[in-house]
């Protein structure tokens, strides 16, 4: 049982240069989610998917573009690589059912660096 | 809005110290509260949850209490190991606001012998 699978798990890119990052889960969820992690910022929410067919933003969304290609997945793309997105991503799932949420399931993440 | 603060670290505590993690939130509706714990190069792992007022979420040996008249959520260990030196993290989700989960900033804990 894969869970949250994210790829690639790192990846250096020249500032201007574009990439997606690859997010899939085998959970049958219908929630996924990007974050970034920077040192003493915790978890900040770059889009999220409440379901298949819909995305919305987050907290830090410039920059930045989804596409909840289906159930299964989740795709974050970088259209031109700034600095500044040098980080740790994280790809996230959850299934959230009348109140009860189960928590979210996360991938290994992705090591980012933009010089 | 919503959002959780966590207690600044990094803690340090020698084995079989007592942990404690203080955490408080802010909601606008009845959330579920969560215990993340991240070990060194790794995602995030659930670590235990609760979903309304009173509960007790445990797991591993660490407990936390969802108090709604406090808006707190601090978590517990009576009695810590080298091997639960990690970051962890407090967060709620709020379905009246989509779905998302808001993280604290995390607090890296170091167990040493």
């Known amino acids: 049982n894969a869970g949250v699978t994210q790829t690639p798990k790192f990846q250096v890119l020249k500032t201007g240069q574009s990439m997606t990052l690859q997010c899939a889960q085998d959970?049958?969820?219908?929630?996924m989610y990007w974050y970034r992690q920077d040192p003493g910022m915790g978890l900040r929410l770059i889009y999220y998917?409440?379901?298949?067919?819909?995305?919305d933003k987050g907290e830090v969304p410039n920059g930045y573009n989804v596409s909840r290609l289906n159930k299964r997945e989740f795709s974050l793309r970088l259209e031109s690589a700034a600095p500044s997105q040098t980080s740790v991503y994280f790809c996230?799932?959850?299934?959230?059912?009348?109140?009860?949420?189960?928590?979210?399931?996360f991938g290994q993440g992705t090591r980012l660096t933009v010089v | 809005g919503n959002s959780v603060t966590q207690m600044e670290g990094p803690v340090t505590l020698s084995e079989e110290a007592f942990l404690t993690i203080n955490c408080t939130y802010t909601a606008t509706g009845y959330p579920s509260l969560f215990w993340y714990v991240q070990y060194p190069g790794e995602g995030l792992q659930l670590l235990l949850k609760a979903t309304k007022a009173d509960d007790k979420g445990s797991n591993k040996g660490f407990e936390a209490t969802y108090r709604k008249e406090t808006t707190s959520f601090h978590l517990e260990k009576g009695s810590v190991q080298v091997s639960d030196s990690a970051v962890y993290f407090c967060?709620?989700?709020?379905?009246?606001?989509?779905?998302?989960?808001?993280f604290g900033t995390g607090t890296s804990l170091t167990v040493i012998p």
């Open positions: 959970m049958n969820h219908n929630s």
């Open positions: 998917s409440a379901s298949e067919g819909t995305t």
């Open positions: 967060a709620l989700s709020d379905q009246n606001t989509g779905n998302q989960f808001y």
């Open positions: 996230a799932s959850s299934e959230i059912t009348l109140r009860q949420a189960r928590g979210a399931f």
